[in-house]
């Protein structure tokens, strides 16, 4: 069964740019779940989407947005990149809810300049 | 609100044992314990649903004590696989990640 597929590994941006990444879950997966690390901060949660609804969300600005697809494929858009938002986002799929194991992807690296 | 791990890091020997904290101030409903290494993607290890359970594989295993809202994760004669930082997580809704035990094992 192939895993959570993140794409780009890798991206360097400027301030003010907007980017999107992209998420693609284990297939039976219908929640996926993002995350930004950051060696201050540790892991935090940005939000969960479950059958193309954002389900939760976590205390991050409005910049940051996604959306999920029919096939559970999911995107997140960060707006306006400030340099604070370099960091590597993980996203995670599970079948849904927090009974569930989550199954991270390698990350996005985002380097902002 | 995030839940505490202690301790913050760990140096061990190969062949000694761990134990690693995870305590809320909230109510926990599960707690998940992921282990993360170095450059790569937390890698997700074992839900705890109900407190008073225990479960484990191989010679990590860990337990969950509903009502102290705490669980611990114990990792027994460690082997230099087990290097990495471990997380619990936990979360009705939306899902929190402790800071984070670095563990370091050496030969």
């Known amino acids: 069964k192939a895993g959570v597929t993140q794409t780009p590994r890798y991206l360097i941006k400027t301030r003010g740019q907007q980017v999107t990444l992209s998420c693609s879950p284990i297939?039976?997966?219908?929640?996926v779940s993002w995350y930004q690390q950051t060696p201050g901060q540790g892991l935090q949660f940005l939000f969960e989407?479950?059958?193309?609804?954002?389900?939760n969300k976590g205390n991050f600005p409005g910049r940051f947005s996604g959306r999920q697809f029919s096939n559970s494929r999911s995107e997140m858009n960060v707006s306006t990149l400030e340099l604070g938002d370099s960091a590597l986002y993980l996203c995670?799929?599970?079948?849904?809810?927090?009974?569930?194991?989550?199954?991270f992807g390698d990350g996005t690296r985002l380097s902002i300049l | 609100q995030q839940p505490v791990q202690s301790p913050q890091a760990v140096i061990l020997r190969e062949g000694e044992d761990a134990v690693i904290n995870c305590s809320s101030s909230k109510a926990l409903y599960s707690v998940h314990w992921y282990r993360q290494k170095h450059g790569e993607a937390p890698v997700f290890l074992m839900i705890?649903?109900?407190?008073?359970e225990q479960k484990g594989h191989d010679k990590i295993s860990a337990s969950f004590n509903e009502k102290k809202q705490q669980s611990s994760l114990y990792l027994t004669a460690s082997q230099l696989s087990y290097s990495g930082t471990y997380f619990c997580?936990?979360?009705?809704?939306?899902?929190?990640f402790g800071p984070g035990t670095r563990l370091s094992v050496l030969p």
């Open positions: 705890l649903l109900k407190g008073g």
């Open positions: 297939s039976g997966h219908r929640s």
């Open positions: 989407y479950f059958s193309e609804t954002q389900r």
């Open positions: 997580g936990t979360g009705s809704q939306n899902f929190v």
């Open positions: 995670a799929s599970s079948l849904g809810g927090t009974n569930q194991p989550q199954h």
